[in-house]
């Protein structure tokens, strides 16, 4: 078997575009590829990747694997993952790098299973020991109060990424790399599921993930209609979007979509506002990629005040009021 050498992204795309976690894992890669002196190279499987592969370069690959087939129109496990393990069979990466998402959460630990090797999920850094060219891998542990440091020795190296924790390059269109068509002939009957329906979340305004502000709100707001009037006032004079600490959605009180942290989403704005939410690991561990937090509590101790920059100890009833004044009368002169 050939010796494992580059950094292999397995790529997503979204409304036939790279996924912007696609350009992060290539920006991170392109690193690790420089300093190996080795290549990236990106994977994109799907029905009709179109122009995707050409982004891909313009973001840092030097080849771009094109496995295209109508039974991978959507991602499906058991299809997605013989075209994965066929062009990592055939290329021999030294390093596979995904998404921390809901494609990379189900495919990666398959995949590593399937080749034998071990995985690594969540990684917020990845960087290469000089002695040895090993990969080293660093993720949050014990529901986010620590960080930990792997690597693995067995080839190749398998890493999920969180979303957000890696910036990708300039998009560079004059950037020169190879697109490579890979021939799959997909085994229907290995393939054990299928998609009957795809229901698309209504998405309101902006979107948590792109928000440049987030307003979050906790349980210490006592109901829905806070989010609703107060939090959603504030979020709209910053252009911002309402977040949710995970009691909120767990209650019912804001739509799922809207909880962030561990099990919910991981975000990174310039701005971060919580609003009554006391700061534990589990819900920091989705907001500390935030540029700038600034918490609101009643109580003087919440764990949020270390995290925060700047906080206000108060009633949000008063504070939250007062600051989205403030801000109307600054924008207003
Ligand atoms: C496996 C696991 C996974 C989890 N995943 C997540 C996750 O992804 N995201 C998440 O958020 N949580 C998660 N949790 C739950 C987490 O441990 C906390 O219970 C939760 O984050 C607390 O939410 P909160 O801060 O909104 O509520 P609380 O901890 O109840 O805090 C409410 C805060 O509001 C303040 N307050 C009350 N009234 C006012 C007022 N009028 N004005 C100002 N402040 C006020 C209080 O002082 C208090 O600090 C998880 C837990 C487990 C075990």
Redesign the pocket.
Known sequence: MAENKGILVIGELAGGKLASITTELLGCGRKLADELKEDLSCLLIGDSVGEASKEAIAFGADKVYVAEHAALKDYQADSYMQAAEKVINDVSPRTVLMGQTSMGRDLAPRLAFRLGTTLTTDCLDLAIDPQTKLLTQTRPVY?GTAQAVFTSEITPQMVTVRTKAMSPLERDDSRKGETIPVKIDIDASKVRTKILETVKEEAVGIKLEDAPVIVC??????GPEPFQTTLKELADLLHGAVG??????DNGWVPEAL??????KIVAPDIYI??????????T??CTGSKHIIA????PE???FREAEFGVV????E?VPALTNKLKELLAA
């Open positions: 529901g709100g906790g349980r210490g707001l006592g949710a600490s995970r009691p909120p959605a909880h962030i942290g561990l099990t919910g919580a609003v009554a939410v006391s700061g534990a690991s589990q819900h561990a989705g609101i509590n009643k109580d919440a764990n949020i108060g009633k949000y009833e504070v």
